[in-house]
């Protein structure tokens, strides 16, 4: 549950507070890790993405977005590797 919280604090934070949202989706990603919850780390990658969008670094926002669609797909996610191909369109 607290991925799933911390992954929500960085979405919600992604446009106001976007140094807080950074750190609230790292944080969602090593307790993933750490936790085996590869369900988990691939949503919250998906989040880091984006604060690295609002960022303007758009290489570091591919990277992350291409880790959560392999994360999405191999967990049988498909709604969010849909999502992380929509937000890769979005940068291009």
Not at 8 to 21: C, I, V
């Amino acid at each position: 549950a607290r991925v799933s919280v911390l992954t929500q604090l960085a979405h919600e934070l992604r446009g106001k507070d976007n140094l807080q949202a950074t750190a609230y989706a790292n944080e969602a990603i090593e307790l993933a890790r750490t936790l085996g919850y590869k369900k988990g780390e691939a949503m919250a990658t998906m989040r880091l993405a984006v604060t690295y969008g609002f960022r303007n670094d758009f290489d570091q926002a591919l990277v992350l977005l291409r880790d959560a669609i392999d994360l999405a797909i191999e967990t049988g996610q498909w709604k969010l590797a849909a999502e992380c191909f929509v937000n890769c369109g979005g940068i291009y």
